[in-house]
């Protein structure tokens, strides 16, 4: 059973530019959410998606862009590059159904450097 | 909102020693406090997780106590071991349907020395 998968692995911008990131969730999980974890912090809520709609967003902003899939597989936009926009973009699926634990599983995640 | 903090930021042991790592929490209504360990390169990994009903859950070498009426939850690592050397994350929610967002603490860098 694949755990959750995300690509690229790394990605080299320049400042300006749009990104856009991948994820595949765990098979049965049919939440996503995105993280921001820049170098030695802890990861910072991005948004959460669960049946094809934003759920639950963070203090990011509107930069930042996500779309889910009938398939419950997750992408993670962010247009007009910043130097700040650099790190490590996870991703978490979890399952929403009834009386789930809501415990998020985390892909390795993609290295993003904007130059 | 939530905030997390987590205290030491880096921890230094010998092998077979424990470890513990602190966290407080802010908001009353989380109830779910999972711990993730982080090793280079690779995305964060639960170890272990503790509900809001429950003072204490033990897995192995592993774990975890919360108190509710001070905010305090830690992780205990007992016979520590090389292995165990990662960066470890506290993190909080709540279960209600509307909010899952896991709120981090900054994180703690635990070295085993052999």
């Known amino acids: 059973d694949a755990g959750v998968t995300q690509s690229p692995t790394h990605l080299i911008k320049t400042r300006g530019q749009q990104v856009t990131l991948r994820c595949s969730p765990k098979?049965?999980?049919?939440?996503v959410s995105w993280y921001q974890q820049a170098l030695g912090q802890g990861p910072q809520f991005i948004f959460q998606y669960y049946e094809e709609e934003e759920r639950q967003r963070g203090n990011f902003p509107d930069r930042f862009s996500g779309h889910q899939f009938p398939n419950y597989s997750s992408e993670l936009n962010v247009n007009a590059l910043l130097l700040g926009d650099s790190a490590l973009y996870l991703c978490?699926?979890?399952?929403?159904?009834?009386?789930?634990?809501?415990?998020?599983?985390f892909g390795a995640g993609t290295r993003l450097s904007v130059l | 909102g939530e905030n997390v903090e987590q205290h030491p930021s880096t921890l230094s042991v010998q092998e077979g020693d424990s470890a513990v790592i602190k966290c407080t929490y802010s908001d009353s209504a989380s109830n779910y406090f999972p711990w993730y360990k982080q090793e280079l390169g690779k995305g964060p990994q639960l170890i272990i997780d503790i509900r809001s009903n429950v003072g204490e859950k033990k897995d192995q070498r592993i774990a975890v106590t919360l108190n509710k009426t001070a905010k305090h939850f830690s992780l205990h690592i007992t016979e520590t071991q090389p292995e165990d050397s990662a960066v470890y994350f506290c993190?909080?929610?709540?279960?209600?349907?509307?909010?899952?967002?896991?709120?981090f603490g900054s994180g703690t860098r635990l070295q085993v020395q052999p």
């Open positions: 098979s049965g999980h049919d939440t």
């Open positions: 993190a909080a929610t709540t279960m209600d349907t509307g909010r899952r967002a896991l709120t």
């Open positions: 978490a699926s979890s399952f929403r159904g009834h009386g789930s634990k809501n415990i998020q599983y």
